[in-house]
């Protein structure tokens, strides 16, 4: 069974740093893609971060130079490193992976997602 | 990037009616688009992939249909547990998600 497991999330000041880590079972993370998405208040869901399972990541624009995704396989785990956090930051982080469903396109949908874990930045 | 837009805001349905969603991408995702319903508190729920396949476990009264730019979610017969938020996403180039649309009850 898949499950995936936030934590790292918590209250912190503007300009400071998280570390949100994400640890899975049930699959292996080198070969899926891993995701973050985030939820803010009252907001729709936001695409954050994807790292592939050849390496290669990418960023929403707004967190691009401040925010650092990343995997280590040896503990199955995915984190995302959050730098110079503003306040319209906050949200609710969710980790997510793809589904099993095959496409014949060759691409997967999102179908794995974690409880979620709530980055509080305010003074 | 690719941006999403869905209509309407909120739905409100009584039970038993027809519920229709939409969603609009800016540029062709061809049918790399899925729909997720989805409740303060609660993670997303995979509902249809490939922007007309149901996932594992949604009800036949789920149906989705499109391609390239236009896409529809239908719920044919609103039960009571359906009343919710519903998002697409595109995840033909990168990932983004459309604002949602709220189901409520009339």
């Known amino acids: 069974e898949v499950q995936l497991e936030e934590s790292g999330g918590g209250l912190i000041q503007p300009g400071g740093s998280l570390r949100l880590s994400c640890a899975a079972s049930?699959?292996?993370?080198?070969?899926?893609?891993m995701i973050w998405v985030r939820q803010a208040p009252g907001q729709g869901l936001e695409w954050v971060s994807v790292?592939?399972?050849?390496?290669?990541?990418y960023y929403v624009e707004s967190v691009k130079g401040r925010f650092v995704i990343s995997r280590d396989d040896s503990k199955n785990t995915v984190y995302l490193q959050m730098n110079s956090l503003r306040v319209e930051d906050t949200a609710v982080y969710y980790c997510?992976?793809?589904?099993?469903?095959?496409?014949?396109?060759?691409?997967?949908?999102?179908?794995?997602w974690g409880q979620g874990t709530l980055v509080t930045v305010s003074s | 990037d690719i941006v999403m837009t869905q209509s309407p805001v909120t739905l409100s349905v009584s039970p038993g009616e027809r519920a229709t969603l939409s969603c609009r991408a800016s540029?062709?995702?061809?049918?790399?688009l899925a729909w997720y319903q989805h409740t303060p508190g609660q993670a997303p729920k995979l509902l249809i992939y490939?922007?007309?396949s149901r996932a594992t476990g949604t009800p036949a009264r789920f149906s989705g249909s499109g391609s390239g730019t236009e896409f529809t979610l239908t719920i044919s017969s609103l039960q009571s547990e359906d009343f919710a938020i519903y998002s697409c996403?595109?995840?033909?180039?990168?990932?983004?998600f459309g604002p949602g649309t709220r189901v409520d009850i009339k």
């Open positions: 540029q062709s995702v061809s049918n790399n």
């Open positions: 490939g922007a007309s």
């Open positions: 790292i592939y399972s050849g390496g290669g990541t």
């Open positions: 049930g699959f292996t993370v080198s070969r899926n893609y």
């Open positions: 997510a992976t793809q589904s099993d469903h095959y496409e014949s396109t060759g691409y997967y949908s999102v179908g794995y």
């Open positions: 996403l595109q995840y033909n180039h990168r990932f983004s």
